[in-house]
């Protein structure tokens, strides 16, 4: 299945050129995934989805890949560049500082076909932290209209706010490699986010939620979910937050 | 029991248990270290009550914290119902042996029996 390929398009003398391995694996044929390899033309502003993009257009149109809005605002593109979790659209070749590049699906989710893989599980353990403001008014009906926050308290959690679901902090997480069952750096992360806010009542609840066998306390805080978030949350940190929470230093 | 209530106990007995295996360690300098770790000073260590609630506290600690331990590995190591229930009970069962083994020699030993 290996091959090398040339696109043979127009490009500006400035272009440089790299080797792009795509892992192919389609579960419903395929035993292991293998590489494809393709000649690729880049400047120095190509993303790593822009030369994936570039491959299904000019060579094979087959290569899975999942992607939208191009920004690193949707979090569809997550995969492992280069051994790391990253945003394709997020990558430009020309910082990754090597003539070749290898894209993989993410890992600790099951693959669709090729680069793309599902985000079912990721959604789930999202949604189970009760992800949204919990009390019993709403602002609708209070005489203020709305619920204010000072600047310090929305500190507490405004960077946790900015997850764009992508899912590479949890390929990234060594337990999430072997508990299936964890719940994970972004569901965590999620948590502390709606638990630090000052708006929200539903802390209890949530805390309910995470203290379990295979929550919180799973995490070995081996601090790679930070490391590799393209939106600068650090779910580790929010992590150890809300084990302060847990273990009554916080409140 | 919650998840945060054992590992409450679990980093509890691990403070517990490095400063009593400290002690311990310390008694040992109170004579030469080859010494203190000869047949009769080691039975004299048993009779002394004191040392011997000691050593019973630190078996207890001990056995708590790495038994514990071991079912958070082995609950990583692999999920299903069934096996977390034979993993947490088993990881009891054996905690409790244990302790139930060695609070048996600390005190026969502390009684002269053995």
Known sequence: MAQVSSISNEQSPTAKSIILKISRYNPEHDESSQFMEFNVKYEKWTTVLEAILDVKKHYDHSVAVRYSCRQATCGSCGMIINGKPRL????????????????????NFPVI????????????THQKIKPYLIRDDTELISDEKEFLQTP????????????????????????????SSFVGPQALAQAYRYVAD??????????????????????????????????????????????????GFRS | MRESTIMKIHYGTALAAVALVAVHILMRLTMGYAESLEYENVLANYKFVPYAIMLELILVLLAVHGFNGLRVILLELKQGRLYEKAVSYGCLVAMIGLIAYGSRTIIMTNMGMA
């Not at chain 1, 960077?159 to 902090?169: E, M, S, T």
């Open chain 1, 113 to 124: 076909r090729d680069l793309a893989v599902k985000f079912e599980k990721l959604f789930d």
């Open chain 1, 152 to 179: 310090e308290e929305v500190e507490q959690y405004i960077q946790f706010a900015n997850c764009i679901k992508c899912g590479l902090c949890n390929s990234a997480c060594p337990t999430m490699a072997t508990d």
């Open chain 1, 88 to 107: 394709a659209c997020f990558t430009k070749i020309s910082e990754l500082d090597s003539n070749v590049v290898t894209v993989e699906p993410m890992n």
């Open chain 1, 198 to 247: 000052s708006r929200d009542k539903g802390k209890d609840s949530r805390l309910k939620i995470i203290d379990d066998s295979h929550g919180i306390w799973r995490c070995h805080f081996a601090g790679s979910c930070s490391q590799v978030c393209p939106k600068g949350v650090d779910p580790a940190m929010g992590i150890q937050l809300l084990r302060g929470y847990m273990l």
